[in-house]
């Protein structure tokens, strides 16, 4: 810039942010949802007489791993993170698998009823909960699965939201490339593999995370699915903690820590998937 009397000025620079504006209202709400978690993860350190003292502290005098000891020691904590373990384990196997059979078949091949099939299927999504558990219930003490550990994982085997996920992600891949390996000899379980599946890797990401938040979180059907104690997930085991008159703040806060830290682990590893899955969901219907 030239001023008149020939010299050169440095031009004004504009002032902005170092971030964008949005994060001075998401930083506030993401404080706001951090906050019970860090509540719980210092309750877990209190020692009872700080949990249950009037006015409530929010930080601990110093680590008290009373809570964590009396879980080891008192508890099968170990034992039920295995089971959940295993159960969300296959839940999330069979997901991957069946929701991706599923999802290309009613995206790609063509059959007769192919639409009212799909439809029906998503339509199950608006049945409750509570209005099937009396009959899986029955059934299940037919088939003698009633009380084990196939009573929490058989109903997470594959679901209708899985299927519409992965429905929604294929509709979006270009046929083209499906075209060109049935060209060079592939056949559809072929094409299917070694094609389509690569390319799905941030639906397959995103349908394994929301199956494993599900299954790991899941109380109500395994609460009335299981009575023995050895068979227990995470959740209905910490779930006895609270009883009528009295709760073990100190193990519930140290066994809700133990529980929570698989989930956040890994939301992280594949947060990276969201975008593009719910991106390609989008495209066609």
């Given at each position: ?9 440095a031009?004004?620079?504009s002032w902005?942010?170092?971030?964008s504006p ?6 506030p ?8 978690l860090v ?5 877990s350190?209190?020692?009872e007489?700080?949990i249950?003292?009037?006015?409530p502290k929010?930080?601990?005098?110093g680590l008290h791993?009373?809570g964590?000891?009396?879980l080891l020691?008192e ?9 959940t373990?295993?159960?969300s384990?296959?839940a999330v196997i ?6 991706s059979?599923a999802g ?5 091949l063509k059959?007769?009823g192919r639409?009212?099939a799909?439809?029906a ?7 409750p ?7 899986t219930?029955?059934?299940f003490?037919?088939l003698g699965?009633v009380?084990?550990?196939?009573a929490?994982f058989?109903p ?5 939201f ?10 979006g ?6 075209e ?8 559809a ?6 094609v389509?599946?690569?390319l ?6 995103t349908l ?10 899941d ?5 009335i ?6 068979k ?5 085991g ?15 806060m140290a066994g809700?820590?133990?529980a ?6 890994a ?10 899955t719910m991106?390609?969901?989008g495209?066609?219907?």
């Open positions: 810039m030239t001023t008149s009397s020939g010299t050169r000025t031009p004004a620079r902005r942010l170092p971030f949005w994060h001075l209202l998401l930083m709400l993401a404080l706001i949802f951090v906050l019970p509540q719980m993860v210092l309750t350190f209190m020692s007489s700080e249950n003292r009037f006015p929010f930080i601990p005098s791993f009373d964590y000891t009396k020691s508890s099968h904590i170990l034992l039920w993170f295995g089971n373990v295993l159960v384990a296959v069979s997901h991957l698998i069946l929701c059979l290309y078949g009613f995206a790609r059959f007769a639409g009212l799909f439809v299927i998503v339509a199950t999504v608006m049945i909960m509570q209005l099937l558990m009396i009959p219930y029955l059934m003490a037919q699965i009380d084990t550990l196939a929490a058989v997470w085997l594959a679901s209708a899985g299927i519409f996920l992965m429905r929604q992600f294929f509709l891949l270009p046929v083209e490339l499906e060109a390996a049935r060209l060079d000899g592939c056949g379980l072929r094409t299917f593999v070694s389509v599946l690569p799905a890797r941030p639906a397959l990401a394994a995370v929301f199956t494993l938040l599900s299954s790991w979180n109380l109500l059907w395994p609460l699915a299981i009575s023995d104690d050895t227990f997930t995470l959740q209905v910490l779930a006895s903690f609270q009883g009528t008159r009295r709760t073990e703040w100190s193990q519930l809700n820590v133990i929570t830290l698989p989930l956040i682990v939301f992280l590893v594949a947060q990276r998937r969201f975008i593009a991106t390609f969901t495209l066609k219907g």
